[in-house]
């Protein structure tokens, strides 16, 4: 094998970050396909937390060569503050960052449409990150924004930014309601200066994975957000605004479907989401506040509390389908070290009728009713368990049905956020 993916299969928050981190060991490239600074992954080190936005988990390991790819929207500045914080925790930085010069950028005016439109929606806000993101993917639909590659020329540039900005002021004003001029000078020199900072790692991404493919290299796909966010197959409209499947990767890092050998997503022993949407094991309870608690559930980017609620495998079975999975990692197994009784769900009725497929509309989602097992608990810690073996029995159970249900295989397990928290089952590559 020399591609692999590692996918969320939820609402995001699967604890991709230190997935990731273990198997860039044997990565040559790393790569993000999608999304931008919304993103939050963390990896934990010898007690120390680390936090990434932007550069793949995989910048933490010497040596390894990470991608941002032309799917991505990338905010210039954010980029700039994360390298300086690799190199300040004493990475090196130098022929190890690659960012697509197909990429978009994310521009100062696309934060304001992103909180005015939120404000707008008021009740019915989607919950975003405020980070400017689906204002940016938006110009890329529309065929008005900004890559990197327009920075190399200047005229060019200078002219996109003048059109956008006149654009932006009338849309705040007359959609929104918002009087706003924006300093064209003020916009332009702060590009140019943070671009000048971070021009050295910009090139032609999409032909430097195509050689390393090609090459036999071993590359990693990191995803960012998760399945059920994603913009075409996800619970739209409360989802991100790209391909955060593996359906994204082809076209956000620039390879042929044909080059992904392997797809292994990741879940949460349980389930959270964060902003609006529906939820239909969200609990509600002290139940939910105990999950909570347990798995140290805010969001790395926003620090907002996540909702929480039982692991809901039916919504995994779709996941599973639509990235056609090659394993499942479990992760925050421990989280559930407390509890006597573990609900899983296994299917969703609406109206007394039991639903045969996942729903396609947040409406329909909203309504159903969560059909649940109900599996006995393990009152015992596993973290720092590192064979399956040692697992407590009814853990191993719980972990069995899930593999089941599924019909998928389960190569690891995670049992804390620490490296050597972690159960490897079998081989991934």
């Known amino acids: 094998m020399s591609t692999l993916a590692i996918i969320g299969t939820q609402w995001g928050d699967e604890g991709k970050g230190k997935i990731v981190d273990i198997l860039s060991e044997k990565a040559d490239y790393i790569v993000r396909f999608q999304g931008g600074n919304n993103a939050g992954h963390t990896v934990v080190i010898d007690g120390v937390k680390y936090v990434l936005h932007l550069l793949p988990s995989g910048i933490l390991h010497e040596g390894k060569k990470c991608v941002l790819g032309n799917g991505m929207v990338i905010d210039l500045e954010g980029l700039l503050n994360e390298i300086e914080f ?4 004493g990475k090196e930085v130098d022929g190890r960052i690659f960012v697509s ?15 005015a439109s939120e404000r707008l929606k008021g009740n019915s806000s989607i919950g975003t990150t405020l980070k400017g993101i689906g204002p940016a993917y938006r110009d890329k639909a529309g065929r008005v924004g900004i890559r990197i590659a327009d920075l190399r020329d200047e005229e060019n540039f200078k002219e996109k930014l003048k059109w956008n900005l006149r654009e932006k002021e009338l849309t705040l004003k007359h959609v929104y309601g918002y009087d706003v001029s924006f300093n064209f000078d003020e916009i332009y020199s702060h590009v140019m200066r943070t671009y000048e900072k971070v021009e050295s790692f910009v090139c032609d991404t999409v032909t430097l994975l195509n050689k390393a493919i090609d090459r036999g290299d071993n590359v990693l796909f990191e995803g960012a957000q998760a399945t059920l966010l994603d913009i075409d197959v996800g619970t739209y409209p409360f989802v991100t605004s790209s391909n955060s499947s593996s359906l994204g990767i082809s076209s956000g890092a620039g390879i ?3 080059k992904v050998d392997k797809i292994y997503g990741i879940a949460k022993a349980y389930t959270t ?43 995994l079975k779709f996941s599973k389908m639509v990235n056609d999975l090659d394993g499942l990692i479990v ?13 899983v769900c296994v299917g969703y009725e609406i109206d007394g009728e039991v639903m045969d497929s996942f729903p396609s509309t947040a409406k329909e989602l909203s309504k159903v009713k969560p059909i649940y097992e109900t599996l ?29 249900y599924l019909e998928v295989e389960i190569p690891m397990i995670s049992t804390g956020p620490q490296r050597n928290e972690t159960i490897e089952v079998c081989k991934i590559w």
């Open 256 to 258: 042929s479907p044909k």
């Open 86 to 89: 690799v190199k300040r925790v």
């Open 376 to 404: 006995p608990g393990w009152k015992e810690k596993t973290t720092h368990i590192n064979r399956y073996e040692d697992l407590p029995e009814n853990a191993r159970r719980f972990i069995e049905f899930i593999a089941d």
């Open 101 to 115: 010069e197909r990429a978009h950028l994310i521009m100062p005016y696309h934060k304001e449409l992103d909180a």
């Open 331 to 343: 992760t925050k197994l421990d989280v559930l070290d407390e509890f006597s009784e573990i609900k």
């Open 273 to 315: 989401r964060v902003g609006g949407g529906p939820f239909p094991t969200e609990l509600k309870d002290s139940m939910g506040e105990l999950l909570r608690a347990r798995g140290h559930e805010y969001g790395a980017t926003t620090g907002r509390p996540r909702r929480c609620g039982w692991l809901d495998l039916f919504a």
